[in-house]
């Protein structure tokens, strides 16, 4: 546990400077007093009915970055579009009304359930915000690179020597990706995929950990995010897959002529599930750790009661040790089936027949 | 079920931010820790097998000592043994000189004497013959003083003559 408590330490340090820039840039912002209480203006019946909502809301993506009520407790977002009228770039704020409704038109554009939409035309234009998701990817490959060259500095300044510092923590986790992860399952050619793996281990892994913090957002847990991955390890897979693996696809050796027919279709659906299943499994993991926690959460909200507050707080520590648990045990799992499916598509020979 | 259909910004941005840090990753860090490392268990397996072999040579000159030592120790007993074996064979052959020369010196010690005793014989012998000589002239001057013992003698002679 020491092992995440000085990383989240770590990057909680990081965000917070972060956000804190961030606030002061939103500073200016004006904000009636009126949207503080807006909270509690909400009737509790209506609480209860939203707490869905408010849950995936939460686990979903956003054009602004709310982190508390009040003042400076959001950030708003810069938009960028691309409509039928061109490339179009301002801040979120223009669409959202003092209550943090999304509900103003801007530039002939207007938030349709976090789709940008033409008013005039109905048609939803190519979104590039920047959104919650997207500042999360910024804060997370900057976080990697700060870091990761912080380690690579480590090499060259102890170099014939003892690791020290940065160094000495992450090498155990650097060896142990390519001794236990990469290395038996790609084999012979692993050095090749060395970088890449280590990428989208750290990626995920810091990814997971920085989506426990609070108010940050869902990174690893967005289906588009796990998507890009899962199609980077599937190309990888099928540019490197050699005769043996098509061969292995299209023309199953050592089986009756009449099953190949019937087994081709099997294979050529088996080279897509294996991406799928990517996707799904480490998108399914993080969104369902963060409902149960929101869950739990939410549970104090609806039953109004100190105690529920108590025992759901307690539950709510448990599971986040549990969250932290699994955000490295899907890192490790998403970059283990990402190298044995590379793994499979170079080997040399069919071992399995 | 919103958050089931992939955004098509995210994916645009989590391309570009994650191909980005890909390679920014593989240039600034993975490239120079991943070849430290390799470099580091390089040089401790080259550590490892040095010492290995310092250790396989120092048992070699360890052995290659004994065996020095064992033939030193060979070669003394064997001088020592042939020194032994020389002057055992130098006495013996001074012994064997020495009793020749005693042999010698008691052989001419009795050739001399031989050579004495046949001088002292001869002597006695021509003295014996000489007092025969004068104790027959002075019984031939008493015995043969009257005619009568000449011709005895004579007759005597003639006699053994005759029997002859």
């Known amino acids: 546990m020491s092992v995440f408590s000085s990383l989240l330490r770590q990057s909680a340090a990081f965000c917070i400077i972060f956000f804190a820039v961030f606030s002061f840039a939103n500073a200016q912002e004006e904000h009636t007093p009126k949207a503080t209480e807006h909270a509690s203006e909400e009737h509790p019946s209506e609480k209860k009915e939203n707490i869905s909502d408010v849950i995936l809301h939460h686990v979903m993506d956003d054009h602004i970055w709310h982190l508390w009520d009040g003042h400076y407790g959001t950030i708003y977002l810069p938009v960028i579009a691309y409509t039928s009228e061109g490339l179009k770039l301002f801040s979120s704020h223009n669409f959202y009304d003092d209550h943090h409704h999304a509900t103003k038109e801007y530039e002939g554009l207007k938030l349709d359930h976090g789709h940008i939409v033409e008013v005039s035309t109905g048609k939803s234009a190519f979104d590039l915000s920047i959104t919650k998701n997207v500042a999360m990817l910024f804060i997370n490959a900057i976080l990697l690179l700060l870091i990761f060259t912080a380690v690579a500095r480590g090499y060259k300044k102890n170099a014939g020597k003892a690791p020290s510092g ?96 019937v087994i ?41 009661s100190y105690w529920v507050g108590l025992g759901s707080s307690l539950m709510v520590l448990f599971i986040n040790l549990i969250e932290l648990l699994v955000a490295g045990i899907q890192a490790y799992v998403f970059t283990l089936f990402s190298s044995l499916y590379i793994g499979m598509a170079i080997a040399e020979h069919d071992d399995h027949h | ?66 065996k020095l030592l064992k033939e030193a120790r060979e070669e003394r007993d064997r001088i020592l043994r042939e020194a032994r074996e020389v002057a055992a064979r130098m006495k013996d052959e001074a012994q064997l000189d020495a009793k020749k020369a005693a042999d010698k010196i008691v052989e ?57």
């Open chain 1, 166 to 261: 940065i160094q000495s923590f992450f090498e155990p986790i650097i060896i142990f990706v390519r001794d236990e992860v990469v290395k038996p399952n790609i084999g012979h050619h692993y050095a090749k995929f060395m970088p890449y793996m280590l990428t989208l281990f750290f990626f995920i892994l810091f990814g997971n950990l920085l989506g426990l913090l609070p108010g940050a957002g869902n990174l690893t847990g967005n289906i588009a995010v796990t998507l890009v991955l899962a199609v980077l390890t599937f190309i990888i897979t099928n540019a490197n897959g050699n005769k043996a693996y098509w061969g292995h696809i299209f023309w199953t050796p050592g089986v009756p002529l009449p099953l190949r027919v």
């Open chain 1, 264 to 304: 081709l279709p099997v294979e050529i659906l088996g080279i897509f599930t294996k991406p799928i299943s990517l996707t799904l499994r480490l998108f399914v993991a993080i969104t369902a750790g963060h409902i149960v926690l929101l869950s739990l959460i939410g549970l104090a909200f609806i039953f109004q």
């Open chain 2, 1 to 66: 079920m919103e958050f089931l259909t992939p955004g098509s910004g995210l994916i645009f941005w989590q391309f570009v931010i994650f191909v980005g840090l890909f390679f920014l990753l593989k240039a600034l860090a993975w490239k120079p820790i991943l070849s430290s490392l390799k470099e580091r268990e390089n040089s401790i397996e080259e550590a490892l097998s040095t010492a290995e072999k310092a250790r396989a040579e120092m048992a070699r000159l360890k052995s290659d000592n004994e």
């Open chain 2, 108 to 164: 001419d010690a009795r050739a001399a004497i031989n050579i004495e005793k046949q001088a002292a014989l001869k002597e006695v012998k021509i003295q014996v013959a000489t007092f025969s000589l004068q104790i027959a002239e002075k019984l031939l001057k008493k015995n043969l003083a009257g005619d009568k013992e000449q011709k005895e003698l004579v007759e005597n002679f003639i006699k053994d003559a005759k029997l002859n």
